[in-house]
């Protein structure tokens, strides 16, 4: 009898595991879709508000215009240091911006969980490693333009310059969506039963990550 519900099982296996595949990658391909979405929007909207800054202070300091107060030489430095980096960081956004590939419909669904997973893996770990370098970049870029200022004008001048363009990299990273790195951080370890279909049965095996 032990035999015979033991066989049982391992027959009714890959049918579900299948039904488990279909399952799990409905519920990736939908999080992929969203988080796809996100990303266009963040890039979109940080592009534009990159590029903006950076034609607002270029405009400013060749109309020679201050709206808070005199246009004088340190104001007029500051806005083409801000303009360069506004330029740099509407550059980012453009040249090299985050994306998440989703991979088409698969009629093996298990086949089709494992790209979703590969998916998934490849933007969790872009997502990391933009928000880092959006933290360190913007901090490198911040300091490079204030020692500029400081050179030219005074420390009190790169020091503001610094004090007023800094927080812009953290808010652009805490902004930036990073749900796959969340989700793929949380269920890499966990683990999986996998089923092989071949001629005549199926093999029955148990994977996992760390």
């Not at 035999?3 to 027959?11: G, K, M, N």
């Not at 799990?24 to 909207?45: E, I, K, P």
Request: a positive charge; one cysteine or more; glycine letters at 10%.
């Amino acid at each position: 009898m032990t035999r015979a519900l033991f066989v049982i099982a391992i027959a009714l296996a890959p049918r579900a595991a299948r039904a488990d595949c279909a399952r799990d990658a409905d519920a990736l391909r939908a999080h992929l879709t969203s988080q796809a979405h996100g990303v266009r929007m963040w890039n979109t909207l940080w592009a534009i508000g990159f590029g903006a800054a950076a034609a607002g202070q270029f405009a400013l300091a060749a109309t020679e215009t201050n709206p808070l107060g005199p246009f004088d030489r340190d104001f007029e430095e500051s806005l083409y240091v801000g303009g360069v980096k506004a330029t740099i960081g509407f550059a980012s956004r453009v040249v090299m911006p985050l994306r998440v590939d989703v991979p088409g419909p698969d009629a093996d669904r298990c086949r089709e969980l494992a790209q979703l997973r590969a998916s998934l893996t490849t933007i969790a770990k872009k997502e990391r490693q933009t928000f880092w370098l959006t933290h360190l970049g913007g901090l490198a870029l911040n300091l490079a333009g204030a020692a500029v200022l400081w050179e030219r004008r005074s420390f009190v001048v790169g020091a503001l310059s610094f004090a007023t363009s800094f927080p812009i990299g953290p808010i652009s990273a805490y902004t930036m969506p990073r749900g796959s790195w969340h989700r793929w951080r949380s269920e890499r370890a966990s683990w999986s039963i996998a089923v092989t279909p071949r001629a005549g049965g199926g093999s029955l095996g148990v994977a996992g990550s760390f």
